[in-house]
């Protein structure tokens, strides 16, 4: 699961919670008073900062289009059937 946490809301976060909807990943946004920039958490990495969530989004959104076109005929030769 991906969790953003940030310190205070602001647009970029509502930008950020519509690309993790549209990417279909299961996420939460977290508003904390502890934090001094936005983190985006995913698994055991750790993205901080506006410029490293936008270019993990942008990986995310690639990865995830790829995974989901992913096809049996594009890897092996299915011979006719």
Request: glycine share 4%.
């Amino acid at each position: 699961m991906i969790q953003l946490i940030y310190k205070e809301f602001n647009p970029q976060i509502e930008f950020w919670k519509k690309k993790l909807d549209e990417i279909v990943i299961k996420h939460e946004l977290v508003e904390s008073s502890e934090t001094q920039e936005s983190v985006l958490l995913d698994g055991k990495e750790r993205f901080i900062g506006e410029k490293a969530i936008d270019e993990h989004l942008v990986y995310l959104e690639s990865y995830m289009k790829e995974w989901r076109n992913c096809r049996c005929d594009k890897w092996f030769d299915t011979g006719d059937l």
